[in-house]
């Protein structure tokens, strides 16, 4: 499919323009940041060229610009796909800041297959180049720098063994039915397990504390025995029809495709077979690296970071830093749990690439904290670093430290994140990951993070005041 170009604009486009039909503020701001920058336009135009045999010829698809600029939009308002064609039809504003103007709006689906063509590389240096415009136009001279950590949920439900062993059950149970009705015949020697299977699991989640402790194991081995079927089956029907063809061309890339998939959820239900029989079973501490708590999201880590209101989280650790005009210079998914204390350094580096200097003031909460991170801050040429202790007595040095009027000052500049992050997940969607694998989990991160910094820069673009000196 083609990718076409900027369309010309037609006379009821004129007309709309005559009438004085303009954007609100905020989003004209945008629209003329990205119409001054067109390197991010290039950068989404590789993504969506990339692995087309004839990108030039073809039906025409959505251009470049108006794919960034309806991310951009979707992200901003925290729209879904449908709320964002509806919207994007029915407002000739909002027409006018994606470039569809008075030309048809795609269908939702349109804009799922156009966004998920893009990578997490493409969005991370598309986010590193709006940072370096910021910089050019001496919006953010990179003085002041927080950091702090969240976690992002995935979309899954709460794990137990019971449930993850109904999940492999059922979904196999369906693949199968949908491989045998591809195939014109009933798989041999299946039966449906589903209904007995949901029964156990019912009864495993209604039990009280005092039944789990006399009665859960025996119907944990009757579930247990009841996947293993099912898993034994779906394989050994894979081995039978493995030369067994469909209908026409397109049943049998169907059928090659769909067994993948239930070779995919084989290989996830031996996981969470596993798990069970050792934990539930054999009474083993399985540890936490091992544990597999979704099959549709299987990248999902736990995360525990002592709350009380969310002792544990089902997601991933997003490092986030940001700078004094509210730019997030950086941010990165972490893998499994780990502690805040390594990133120090590594800020510090990205921020003197970005801004060339180090960051007069470096805020961060205490699970940053360590006597070497202190050290490389200051010898760094960070002037105050508002890091405070951990744990333990504090030295009287310490105290005076932390007592300080610019470490007070420093650490009231720090709790600024906090509302950042709360912006990220009420106003940009970035709560919880709807979309499925770990490449759409970075992608939605870094959308939020392009909203958050295009709204940043069309706010500072408006301001009527004089422009931040650039740092010698």
């Known amino acids: 499919m083609s990718r076409a170009a900027q369309r010309q604009a037609s006379f009821a486009d004129w007309e709309l323009m005559r009438q004085g039909v303009a954007l609100e503020p905020l989003l004209q701001a945008i629209s003329d940041f990205l119409d001054e920058h067109e390197e991010l336009v290039a950068k989404i135009s590789g993504d969506l060229r990339r692995g087309l045999k004839n990108p030039d010829t073809g039906r025409s698809g959505m251009a470049a610009h108006e794919v960034l600029r309806s991310l951009i939009l979707m992200r901003v308002k925290s729209w879904d796909y449908r709320e964002l064609r ?6 000739c504003t909002l027409r006018q800041f994606t470039g569809f103007h008075c030309r048809p709006v795609p269908r939702h689906q349109a804009f799922h ?4 063509r893009l990578t997490p590389t493409t969005l991370r240096a598309i986010n590193e180049l709006v940072v370096a415009a910021a910089v050019d136009l001496d919006l953010e001279d990179g003085a002041k720098l927080r950091v702090d950590t969240t976690v992002v949920q995935t979309d899954i439900h709460h794990p137990t063994d019971s449930t993850l062993l109904w999940d492999a059950v059922r979904v196999l149970t369906r693949l199968l039915a949908r491989l045998g009705k591809l195939q014109g ?4 020697g299946f039966r449906n397990r589903t209904r007995a299977a949901r029964r156990r699991m019912q009864i495993l989640q209604r039990m009280s504390a005092t039944q789990r402790r006399h009665q859960q194991t025996d119907k944990y081995r009757e579930l247990i ?3 293993e079927q099912v898993v034994t089956c779906a394989r050994s029907a894979l081995e039978a029809r493995r030369a067994a063809r469909g209908k026409n061309v397109l049943a049998d890339l169907t059928i090659d495709e769909l067994r993948k998939e239930i070779d995919h959820y084989c290989g996830l239900a031996d996981r969470v077979i596993d798990q069970a029989r050792r934990r539930v079973i054999e009474g083993e501490q399985v540890p936490s690296a091992e544990k597999l708590y979704s099959i549709f999201e299987p990248h999902t880590d736990l995360i525990k970071r002592g709350k009380v209101s969310t002792p544990v989280e089902f997601g991933h650790k997003v490092f986030l830093a ?3 005009q509210g730019l997030i210079t950086q941010y990165k998914v972490l893998e499994g749990n780990p502690p805040d204390e390594p990133h ?4 510090l580096e990205r921020h003197k690439q970005a801004f060339r200097r180090v960051p007069h003031v470096y805020g961060a909460d205490r699970g940053f904290f360590s006597e070497r991170n202190l050290t490389l801050c200051e010898n760094g040429g960070v002037t105050i670093v508002c890091i405070p202790q951990s744990g333990g007595t504090r030295s009287p040095e310490r105290e005076a430290c932390e007592r300080a009027p610019a470490f007070k000052q420093g650490q009231r500049f720090r709790a600024g994140i906090e509302g950042r992050i709360s912006v990220l997940f009420r ?3 970035m709560k919880r990951c709807l979309a499925r694998g770990i490449e759409r989990f970075e992608l939605l991160i870094g959308a939020a993070v392009l909203a958050n910094n295009l709204m940043s820069i069309a706010f500072l673009l408006g301001k009527p005041v004089r422009r931040l000196r650039r740092a010698a």
Do not use: W
């Open 322 to 324: 940001e700078s004094a």
């Open 427 to 429: 106003g940009r969607g």
């Open 225 to 227: 025995a009841i996947a």
């Open 344 to 347: 120090v350094g590594p800020s």
């Open 185 to 188: 015949r009933r798989v041999e």
């Open 86 to 91: 509806e919207r994007i039809a029915d407002g």
């Open 113 to 116: 297959r156009a966004f998920i």
